[in-house]
C-alpha cells in the first residue's frame, strides 16, 4: 500500500504544478512591478530634487555618497586639521555650481577644480557637534538637487586604525 505523500508526488499533475508553479511566481512578480512603478522622469530645468543619501554617510567612512537618478554625487572628507573641515565633491555629470555648508554656519559656494565642472572643494569651520548636519544644494542643466547629511563620515575609521591607535597608547 503507497503512502500518501508517495501518490502525490507520482501524480502527474501535481508534479508539472510544482514545476509551473515557481516560473508563474516570477513572471508575476515582474509583471506586476513594470505595471505598478512609476516610469522614470526627466529633470525639468527650475524644479528641485531630493538626493537620496546612503548609509555609508552615516558611519566613519570618509566619504558619503548621494543619489537621484542620473545624478550621482560623492562627498570626500579630507579631514579636519587646525579647526578647519576641507571636503571635495565629486560628480558623475558636469555641475554648473554647488553650494555646501553646516547647520550652525551659512552656507558657501564650493569651488570648481577642473574644467569638467565634475570636481569641487570647500574648507569650512570644523562640526561644533555630532548633531551637525551638512547642508548641500547642485544645479545641473537649470535643475537643482539637495540633501542633508550627519557629518559622521567626514573621519575615516576602521576597526584596523582604532586598533593601532591603541597599540600606540600601549
Excluded at 19 to 46: C, H, N, R, W
Excluded at 86 to 103: F, H, K, N, Y
Excluded at 162 to 170: T, V
Aim: charged letters at 20%.
Amino acid at each position: 500500500m503507497m503512502s500518501t505523500v508517495t501518490r502525490l508526488l507520482t501524480n502527474k499533475h501535481v508534479v508539472i504544478a510544482m514545476l509551473v508553479a515557481p516560473v508563474l511566481a516570477v513572471i508575476t512578480y515582474f509583471a506586476v512591478d513594470a505595471s505598478v512603478s512609476e516610469p522614470p522622469k526627466a529633470a525639468q530645468p527650475g524644479q528641485s530634487y531630493p538626493l537620496a543619501v546612503r548609509s555609508n554617510c552615516r558611519y566613519t567612512s570618509g566619504f558619503c555618497q548621494l543619489e537621484n537618478g542620473d545624478m550621482k554625487l560623492k562627498l570626500e572628507s579630507q579631514g579636519v586639521d587646525n579647526n578647519r573641515l576641507t571636503l571635495r565633491l565629486v560628480s558623475e555629470l558636469p555641475l554648473e555650481g554647488a553650494q555646501i555648508g553646516l547647520t550652525d554656519i551659512t552656507s558657501q559656494t564650493m569651488q570648481i577644480r577642473d574644467e569638467t565642472g565634475t570636481t569641487w572643494t570647500v574648507t569650512l569651520p570644523a562640526p561644533s557637534s555630532e548633531e551637525t548636519q551638512i547642508r548641500l544644494a547642485v544645479s545641473m542643466k537649470g535643475s537643482h538637487y539637495y540633501a542633508e547629511t550627519p557629518v559622521t563620515f567626514i573621519e575615516h575609521k576602521t576597526f584596523y586604525t582604532e586598533h593601532q591607535q591603541s597599540q600606540d597608547a600601549s
